[in-house]
DNA sequence: AGCCTCCACGCAATCGATTGCGAAGAAGCG
DNA sequence: CGCTTCTTCGCAATCGATTGCGTGGAGGCT
């Protein structure tokens, strides 16, 4: 009775026909291990049942529709073929355009992924990443790693396989652009088209992102012995407002920049506004570039010359690299390189129809 | 042997203390049955356990850190207290706000999403459901449907409790913003600032929001006298090219339209651009409006004028009404109530900071 | 022809949680 | 004081899939 409604109600609720291992055993005339077996095998080399017997017994699975239980599964196995994947925000497009690197690589290797936003806030990072364990995902995904929390350490600690993303963290498996090398390209960019008064809009603080791509780019300028001066560089949020308000501040210095590399392209877009604002003209009077490369990039008034990172391929990278992992392999990170598009934000060029 | 190197596969992946029922049970005295009552009692009328027990279960369930095994609970119960959710595209950022509502209102119901994109194909939207119901969602809340595709009435018809967001559909359960509403808000403020000629970049004709939006801006029109030719109609994509190319066409009717209208802010976007291609000027020759009031419309160079939808609260409606439905009461529609936002891009107000 | 090996498959335990039913004890009532 | 009625909890079945171990039979080898 009990089971009876039960079955009834699932099948209301989800309206699935409950087709089980049992009753292909029965129709087949086999054992439910058997069907199991042959149902589990790697078409290579497996074991126990006959090759005639699988297609036989494959085929009337087909034919029956049957689905396996998730539940059971993961109830004998302990594992739920989940991954868990952790953003500040999916409507980051970055973060999205990553994400659906993730799910589309973790769907090829037969898992499903589970997100969930934080916000970047490192006590809702907690309570998020919790919530994914108590739904036992096999591994995580952590694409907002902050270097002033322990979380990571923590995750590590309790032997949880995880990978990060985007961002990285000393002694971590990550999959990341070289950011060091990113904002390099920008700063040779911008010395090849002779600037030498030049400022950063250098983001969080916390996030490797920012601080590397600012790194390089200091880097570069050092080495051409045009070191940028401390006070050039200012830390931001990653959103429009927070470019804006840190390139306001760098307009009003003497004598002003001539150049402005902002680590992220929403932040450019800000700053591009703040030079607007200014009276002055991106591109001509104040050169901007970017970084990440957003399909809005080039669809700006000014288009924007920034730093593209491959931004899905990397959540592709990262969910084999768990995946790999998750079978017993080891992982190591990755860094991909990135590349420069130059365009009008830093070329002057305005002529109508240029954006396109 | 099975036992244990399952327990230590587990141990090792997931790196939790598998703490289960029956753990507490032991230490608590009382039989596994009356641990999984006292923690699933709600607190309201708890089912046939003495309420001094279950504090005192509780705190000891607390005290080891205990999390039910979803597993074991699903395959019981044959309800998983996941959600299911489809949408176009992920890296759209209305998409990508709803599911964020979605996502928070399941979150707080105790439930978990997974979410797909299916980039809005037929074919791609039927796996993708398909294999969602393989991991036995609860039910689906469906951000895709398409008028020309018979999915939902399928899916339905197999009973499967669903919700649809952003799209309509006759005789479907829905939560939308009230897009004849939105649409017709867009024409009288055209109306109102004088404009008599112009022109709609309509979406794609499978999609409710952009045949409503358009058809409640029709209405308006004709309602005042002043029909809007059919030529002056246009299907387009939803993104930023789609409307480009619409506005091409549109700017080289004669006499050229003063106003056009897009049922989309990327759309929108387009249609500036080529309006700055073809040497005029947007908000001065020409007026632009969009719809869904994306975050960065306002921060434009030219702010773009746009019919605000809560993108964020219909996802939280959507969600909120499927956990109604899956708890056997039944759901309704919904209509949000947009609002239009005014800007530089029919105002026609350049003054620096005026985007600010 | 006898014995050994290996293949193919069945048996049954097991994972963790839920729940109908029954029983024991307490409390209330006549 | 006996009987009825709750309240509180234990018992055991059950969900579906997986897997170690055992077994019957076929085939090979001497």
Redo the contacts between chains.
Sequence with gaps: MDRQA??A????????APVTLAQIARQAGVHVSTVSRALSADDAVRGGVGAETVTQIRALAEELGY??????A???????RMLGVLVP???D?VL??I??GI?AAA?TAGY??????TGDDPEMQRRRAD?L????V??LVLGDARSDSDLVAE?AR????LVLVSRRLPGRISVTTDDVLGGRLAAEHLLSLGHRRVAVVAGEPYASTGVERTQGFLDAFAGAGLPVPASHVVPSRFD?PGGRAAAEHLLGLAPRPTAVFAVNDFAA??V??AV????LTVGRDVAVVGYNDV??AA????SLTSVRSPMYRMGEVAATTLVTM?DGRSGRSRRLRPTLEARASTLGDHA??A??
């Design positions: 039960t079955r109600a699932a099948g209301t609720r989800a309206g699935r689905q396996r239980d998730p539940a059971g993961a109830l004998r196995t302990g594992r739920s925000r999916l409507t497009i999205a355009t994400y659906e799910d769907s499903h992924t589970v997100v969930a936003n919530a364990l108590a739904r036992r096999d591994g995750l309790r032997r949880i396989p429009v877009i800000g591009m506004a607007r604002d200014a009276g399909p809005l669809a700006l008034p000014v998750l109508p129809g954006a396109r």
